[in-house]
């Protein structure tokens, strides 16, 4: 329960006090400043309250939005303000001055808001109206305007995201915002709407695992199906103000886990048809949490850069300013929607390898378009980047301790480009990987562990130096994939595949802490699990040590080991009531 302090005199024919508790207020009235003050102090501390000028005319949704959003510890609108539990000493400091300075006076809440200590959330309205009328003519004025804007279309429509793709704004989001109200007005809540995409993902990837082509068709009609669960749940969210720790977390990472049970999916299909495409699932998941890494990095590296502009980001910029050049650069970076879209038609009229070299393509000509735009931003930005998106990036590289001691023991100082460490690094690796020497690829991982630490020892503020992490990330799933694959043992890259999933949560994980100030996961972690060179390293020393079946046993059980280490500490952390609400309203994914 919330509670609405109204001050001020009653308003004849005003729907304030029906408003509020329409919006789950309990609403008191006050008749001047002191009256307020008391009032406030005797709401439970437990509880959310707002301050609202009884003169206030103004559309529901907008009280809603200055009222209501869980994520703002301090919100106004014109006429209304409102603090959560943890703000609202900074309110009661406010009223009390207002009382001494008024002694007693009428309130103007607005001038409450002006008074107020502490940051404050102001929302955009809009087309909304939220005014306090001075006299009977403006009040009037107020209210035919709040007639003419329809607040439950102008609610539709701020459900849907700003900036999302081609085919999410234009085959989705025109019908899912109504069921995004379905679901609000039968109480259903943005995670049940995203437990249920997820359920719906895996009886898709399930109709593949079948191998059939009736099988096949389901599971292209079940995985749309889940997108537009998943474009559902955010949509409900911002619709009823339904923002949560929790929420934020399994959007994030459900996303990831339904699309890469789906290649799974479609691999266990392939198989029953006696084709193994095994090796096409697994690239594609490893090609496409590199992009992901790749958008993680970049954006950490100028989070908060300062003269962050080049000339490359304004042609963009012009770019954008025309139409049809928006959709088309949109598309072409192959983001979920038309992903998946392309997933779905692909296992519903074809086979799983066309799906996979269909899907390996695109992403792949996705990546190299992104990268290549960042990069030369990056090479014309004249920037100076921060410690704090140092340290993301360190984060992001995720190195253990045999890196670490490898970057203490040579010095807190790089011996040079941080970049160039790390490529020649991957490439002594590489080389290793596809030398056919037994234990070559050993001595390879020794060195690029070596390489991954002398990369880390000074702080990553390059203008290239974002590419560490994904670079990192392409050598640690690379050297599984290729390690599995020259087993020749049936079941190792199913093993592989495992593997990588679970390691790739981790470092999910790891870009959801940092995207909301949390910092990386904690060490006692990243050294249970080896950091990405002791991982690299071990995953080689088993090729090389044990037989091809021991190996696909041998990345069975790290596979159960990552995912239960990194699983029980990720869901330990997101639940806590520490954890950062982390909702991605950016590029989509």
Same mark, same amino acid.
């Given at each position: 329960?919330?509670?609405?302090?109204?001050?001020?005199?009653?308003?004849?024919?005003?729907?304030?006090?029906?408003?509020?508790?329409?919006?789950?207020?309990?609403?008191?009235?006050?008749?001047?400043?002191?009256?307020?003050?008391?009032?406030?102090?005797?709401?439970?501390?437990?509880?959310?309250?707002?301050?609202?000028?009884?003169?206030?005319?103004?559309?529901?949704?907008?009280?809603?939005?200055?009222?209501?959003?869980?994520?703002?510890?301090?919100?106004?609108?014109?006429?209304?303000?409102?603090?959560?539990?943890?703000?609202?000493?900074?309110?009661?400091?406010?009223?009390?001055?207002?009382?001494?300075?008024?002694?007693?006076?009428?309130?103007?809440?607005?001038?409450?808001?002006?008074?107020?200590?502490?940051?404050?959330?102001?929302?955009?309205?809009?087309?909304?109206?939220?005014?306090?009328?001075?006299?009977?003519?403006?009040?009037?004025?107020?209210?035919?305007?709040?007639?003419?804007?329809?607040?439950?279309?102008?609610?539709?429509?701020?459900?849907?995201?700003?900036?999302?793709?081609?085919?999410?704004?234009?085959?989705?989001?025109?019908?899912?915002?109504?069921?995004?109200?379905?679901?609000?007005?039968?109480?259903?809540?943005?995670?049940? !709407?995203?437990?249920?995409?997820?359920?719906? %993902? #895996? $009886? =898709?990837?399930?109709? /593949? &695992? @079948?191998?059939?082509? +009736?099988? *096949?068709?389901?599971?292209?009609?079940?995985?749309?199906?889940?997108?537009?669960?998943?474009?559902?749940?955010?949509?409900?969210?911002?619709?009823?103000?339904?923002?949560?720790?929790?929420?934020?977390?399994?959007?994030?990472?459900?996303?990831?886990?339904?699309?890469?049970?789906?290649?799974?999916?479609?691999?266990?299909?392939?198989?029953?048809?006696?084709?193994?495409?095994?090796?096409?699932?697994?690239?594609?998941?490893?090609?496409?949490?590199?992009?992901?890494?790749?958008?993680?990095?970049?954006?950490?590296?100028?989070?908060?850069?300062?003269?962050?502009?080049?000339?490359?980001?304004?042609?963009?910029?012009?770019?954008?300013?025309?139409?049809?050049?928006?959709?088309?650069?949109?598309?072409? !970076?192959?983001?979920?929607?038309?992903?998946? %879209? #392309? $997933? =779905?038609?692909?296992? /519903? &009229? @074809?086979?799983?390898? +066309?799906? *996979?070299?269909?899907?390996?393509?695109?992403?792949?000509?996705?990546?190299?378009?992104?990268?290549?735009?960042?990069?030369?931003?990056?090479?014309?930005?004249?920037?100076?980047?921060?410690?704090?998106?140092?340290?993301?990036?360190?984060?992001?590289?995720?190195?253990?301790?045999?890196?670490?001691?490898?970057?203490?023991?040579?010095?807190?100082?790089?011996?040079?480009?941080?970049?160039?460490?790390?490529?020649?690094?991957?490439?002594?690796?590489?080389?290793?990987?596809?030398?056919?020497?037994?234990?070559?690829?050993?001595?390879?991982?020794?060195?690029?562990?070596?390489?991954?630490?002398?990369?880390?020892?000074?702080?990553?503020?390059?203008?290239?130096?974002?590419?560490?992490?994904?670079?990192?990330?392409?050598?640690?799933?690379?050297?599984?994939?290729?390690? =599995?694959?020259?087993?020749?043992?049936?079941?190792?890259?199913?093993?592989?595949?495992?593997?990588?999933?679970?390691?790739?949560?981790?470092?999910?994980?790891?870009?959801?802490?940092?995207?909301?100030?949390?910092?990386?996961?904690?060490?006692?972690?990243?050294?249970?699990?080896?950091?990405?060179?002791?991982?690299?390293?071990?995953?080689?020393?088993?090729?090389?040590?044990?037989?091809?079946?021991?190996?696909?046993?041998?990345?069975?059980?790290?596979?159960?080991?990552?995912?239960?280490?990194?699983?029980?500490?990720?869901?330990?952390?997101?639940?806590?009531?520490?954890?950062?609400?982390?909702?991605?309203?950016?590029?989509?994914?």
């Amino acid at each position: 329960m919330s509670t609405a302090i109204v001050t001020g005199p009653p308003v004849p024919g005003s729907s304030l006090e029906s408003d509020l508790r329409a919006l789950g207020f309990e609403v008191r009235a006050a008749s001047d400043t002191a009256e307020a003050e008391a009032l406030l102090t005797a709401v439970p501390a437990d509880r959310r309250v707002a301050v609202v000028d009884a003169r206030f005319v103004g559309h529901l949704h907008a009280l809603r939005l200055g009222l209501t959003d869980p994520r703002f510890p301090l919100a106004a609108i014109p006429g209304a303000v409102t603090a959560q539990p943890a703000a609202r000493p900074a309110l009661a400091r406010a009223l009390a001055r207002e009382a001494a300075a008024g002694g007693g006076i009428d309130l103007a809440v607005d001038g409450l808001v002006t008074a107020l200590d502490a940051d404050v959330h102001r929302p955009e309205l809009g087309s909304l109206v939220a005014a306090v009328p001075a006299d009977p003519q403006a009040r009037n004025e107020a209210r035919q305007a709040v007639a003419a804007v329809d607040d439950e279309a102008v609610r539709l429509k701020s459900a849907v995201k700003s900036r999302d793709g081609f085919f999410t704004t234009f085959f989705v989001s025109p019908y899912s915002r109504y069921l995004a109200r379905w679901c609000a007005r039968r109480g259903l809540t943005p995670n049940q !709407v995203t437990t249920a995409s997820l359920v719906t %993902a #895996l $009886i =898709a990837a399930s109709c /593949a &695992a @079948t191998g059939t082509r +009736i099988g *096949f068709i389901a599971a292209g009609v079940l995985l749309i199906a889940s997108f537009v669960l998943d474009c559902t749940d955010g949509q409900l969210a911002r619709y009823s103000l339904q923002y949560s720790t929790l929420g934020a977390w399994l959007d994030a990472t459900f996303d990831r886990a339904k699309e890469y049970a789906y290649y799974a999916g479609l691999a266990l299909g392939a198989a029953r048809g006696g084709d193994d495409v095994w090796a096409l699932a697994l690239g594609a998941m490893i090609l496409q949490t590199c992009r992901h890494v790749v958008d993680f990095s970049f954006n950490e590296a100028n989070h908060d850069a300062t003269a962050n502009t080049s000339p490359t980001a304004a042609l963009s910029g012009r770019l954008d300013s025309v139409g049809w050049t928006v959709w088309v650069r949109r598309m072409i !970076v192959l983001p979920i929607g038309e992903r998946w %879209a #392309l $997933i =779905a038609v692909l296992t /519903a &009229a @074809t086979t799983p390898r +066309i799906t *996979f070299y269909v899907l390996l393509i695109g992403c792949a000509f996705a990546a190299t378009y992104t990268t290549a735009g960042r990069v030369l931003r990056s090479l014309t930005r004249k920037a100076k980047r921060t410690d704090r998106a140092a340290q993301a990036l360190a984060d992001l590289a995720d190195n253990g301790p045999l890196a670490g001691f490898a970057s203490r023991a040579g010095g807190r100082t790089a011996i040079g480009n941080p970049l160039v460490l790390a490529l020649a690094g991957v490439a002594v690796l590489t080389a290793s990987l596809l030398s056919g020497v037994t234990w070559a690829p050993v001595v390879g991982a020794f060195v690029y562990a070596v390489a991954s630490g002398r990369a880390l020892a000074g702080p990553l503020k390059g203008a290239l130096d974002w590419l560490v992490p994904p670079l990192f990330r392409a050598a640690e799933y690379g050297t599984v994939l290729v390690l =599995a694959s020259k087993s020749g043992v049936n079941g190792a890259l199913p093993a592989a595949f495992g593997l990588v999933a679970a390691v790739a949560y981790h470092h999910y994980d790891t870009v959801y802490r940092i995207r909301g100030d949390a910092g990386a996961p904690p060490a006692w972690l990243v050294r249970a699990v080896g950091g990405q060179d002791g991982r690299t390293l071990l995953v080689t020393v088993l090729a090389a040590a044990l037989t091809a079946a021991q190996f696909k046993a041998a990345l069975t059980v790290l596979a159960v080991v990552v995912a239960g280490l990194v699983l029980v500490e990720s869901i330990r952390f997101w639940v806590s009531a520490g954890a950062p609400a982390v909702h991605d309203e950016g590029e989509p994914a």
